[in-house]
């Protein structure tokens, strides 16, 4: 189980939320109830956060998320309930297994990374009649016919930087490079659509 090197990309957090694409019995188990399990591990000097969600509200559920802990406010930050190998033994059992996957993808970057003629930059300026002024501070985009399905943005008030979410499906083969595979996928559809440019591959952990 590679995990990202998010203390290296702008990405702050990947959901995969996949659904087994394929009857698996050995893995019934697992997936009979629901269970989450969270595991910690510094990245540098970045605390990257692992959590697994199998079972819930289908026994086809097989969900993982990897973040920052910059990404959670202070006081939300989630506390390990295991370790790091807790969580690669339960990962390697479901390598092998093809799934349908969702991918929720969160960066942050400053808003003057952005390109000036760029949609978000464009709407994030401010706009002034007299002493009135207005800034749009969020938004989001529907797409149709694209990799993406939607994104969306948020200034990040008094930091001049933007989070910016994106949104896709996929189907994917759960194997050792799959969470690296996402954050690649994700930082070059988040260069191509937000910043006008691909992004370089992700480090990784392990």
Known sequence: MRIPNLSTSECLNLTACG???????ELAKYLAKKSRIVATLMQGE?????????????????????????????SRIPK?????EEIEELYRRFEGVKV?????????????????????????????????GMRLLRGG?????G????????????LERVRVTIEAQRSETI????????????EIQ???????VSSGKTKTHS
């Open 80 to 84: 390990a309930t295991t370790s790091i």
């Open 141 to 145: 985009i529907d797409i149709r016919g």
């Open 19 to 25: 659904e087994l694409a394929e009857d698996r019995p």
């Open 147 to 158: 990799a993406l399905e939607s994104f969306d943005w948020e200034v990040q008030r008094g």
């Open 175 to 186: 194997d050792d490079n799959y969470l690296v595979r996402l954050v690649e996928w994700s």
């Open 100 to 132: 349908q996957v969702s991918i929720i993808a969160t960066f942050e970057v400053p808003i003057a990374d952005l390109p000036e003629n760029g949609l978000i930059r464009g709407l994030t300026q401010d706009f002034r009649s007299g002493d009135l």
């Open 46 to 74: 970045t605390q990257v956060l692992v959590g697994v969600i199998s079972g819930g509200y289908s026994e086809k559920h097989f969900h993982v998320d990897i973040a920052r802990s910059s990404f959670f406010p202070a």
């Open 190 to 196: 988040f260069g191509l659509m937000v910043k006008g």
